[in-house]
C-alpha cells in the first residue's frame, strides 16, 4: 500500500468521515495506508507538505488562498467539511437568538487554531445587517481558556467549536446556544490541500484518497451516530461519548457532509468574499487556481463501482 500521512490543524468532530474511512478500511481498498497527526503549532502542516513528509494538510482554504502567489502555491483537492462548525453560546436559553442582541455587548471569539470563526462570524453579522462595530469582540485565545472564562462570567457571548458548546451549556445553567451549520450558508470549511507536486504524481495518490473519504461521507450520513461510537471512543477517549455522537447527528441533520469530496464553486466563493472583507485576500481567486478538480473527479469514477455499505 501507499503511504498518505495527513498533517491536520486538529481532530474534530467535523473530520469524522476521514476516521470512519480508515476504521472501515476504505483507504485499504483503494491501497492507501492513511496516517494522521497534529503537529504543534498548527501551521508546522505547511512544513509538512512542503518537505513531503506528509501528502496533505488538513484545515482551512483561506491558508493556501492567503499564501497564493505570495510565498507558494497549494491546492484544495477535497472537501470534508462543508458548513461551519462553530457556535455562539449566549447566556439567556429557551429564546430565539438575533444578532442584533449582542449590540453592546462583549463577545468571545475562539481563535487559538487560526482566523476562521473570527472571519465566520463576521459573515454572519454582515449578512444579517448588523453593525460589528458596535460588539466588543475579545479573540485570538484558546478555545479551553475562553470556555473557561466565559462560565466564570466573563463575557456576554462566547464562539466556540459546537463540542465546547455542548459541554458550557450542559455544565453553566440559563445558557443556550445556536449552531453555525444551522444559521450559516454551505463553505467549504475544512478542506485537504497540498503542493502541485503530489497532485501530478501518476498514481493517483490523491484521487484515490478521495475516493475512500467520499465513502466514508456516505457511510456518516447514512448511518446514526451511535453507529460511530466505536470510532468516537477511538478518537476522543476522555469525551462524553454521548454527547458526541449527540453533536455528530447534529451535524447530520445540518448538512456537514456531503456524499462526495466535491468543493462548490458557490460556496468557495461566498467564503472568499468574506475573506477579502477580512483583508486576508486582496479579491477571490478563480476557482481553479485554488481548487484541484481532479482528485474528486477520480473519486466519482472509482465510486460507480463500489458503494458505501
Avoid at 138 to 151: G, I, K, Q, R, W
Avoid at 284 to 302: G, K, L, M, N, W
Wanted: with cysteine; proline share 5%.
Amino acid at each position: 500500500m501507499d503511504r498518505f500521512h495527513v498533517s491536520a490543524t486538529g481532530r474534530a468532530v467535523n473530520y469524522l468521515p476521514e476516521y470512519v474511512a480508515c476504521e472501515l478500511g476504505y483507504f485499504r481498498d483503494v491501497d492507501l495506508d492513511v496516517t494522521a497527526e497534529v503537529p504543534q503549532p498548527w501551521t508546522k502542516v505547511l512544513d509538512h507538505i512542503n518537505a513531503d513528509s506528509a501528502q496533505a494538510a488538513l484545515g482551512g482554504v483561506w491558508v493556501p488562498l492567503m499564501y497564493r502567489a505570495r510565498v507558494r502555491d497549494y491546492f484544495a483537492f477535497a472537501q470534508v467539511s462543508g458548513r461551519c462548525p462553530m457556535a455562539v453560546v449566549y447566556r439567556t436559553s429557551g429564546h430565539s437568538f438575533q444578532w442584533d442582541s449582542l449590540y453592546d455587548k462583549v463577545v468571545l471569539v475562539t481563535g487559538g487554531n487560526g482566523s476562521s470563526p473570527f472571519l465566520y462570524l463576521s459573515g454572519l453579522l454582515h449578512s444579517a445587517g448588523v453593525d460589528a462595530a458596535r460588539i466588543r469582540f475579545v479573540h485570538d485565545l484558546s478555545t479551553p481558556m475562553l470556555a473557561e472564562l466565559f462560565v466564570g462570567g466573563m463575557g456576554d457571548a462566547l464562539v466556540v467549536d459546537v463540542v465546547t458548546a455542548e459541554r458550557v451549556t450542559r455544565s453553566h445553567k440559563g445558557v443556550g446556544y445556536l449552531s453555525f451549520a444551522e444559521a450559516g450558508s454551505p463553505v467549504p470549511w475544512s478542506v485537504y490541500y497540498s503542493v502541485p507536486e503530489l497532485l501530478n504524481r501518476g498514481d493517483d495518490l490523491a484521487g484515490r484518497f478521495a475516493a475512500g473519504l467520499a465513502r466514508g461521507m456516505a457511510w456518516v450520513q447514512d448511518h446514526d451516530g451511535d453507529d460511530a461510537r466505536d470510532v468516537v471512543r477511538k478518537c476522543w477517549p476522555d469525551a462524553d461519548p454521548g454527547l458526541v455522537v449527540d453533536v455528530i447527528n447534529l451535524f447530520r441533520r445540518h448538512g456537514m457532509w456531503d456524499r462526495g469530496a466535491r468543493i462548490g464553486e458557490d460556496a468557495l466563493l461566498g467564503w472568499q468574499e468574506v475573506i477579502a472583507r477580512g483583508g486576508f485576500i486582496d479579491k477571490p481567486t478563480a476557482y481553479e487556481e485554488i481548487v484541484d478538480p481532479r482528485p474528486f473527479a477520480s473519486a466519482r469514477r472509482r465510486l460507480d463501482g463500489p458503494r458505501a455499505e
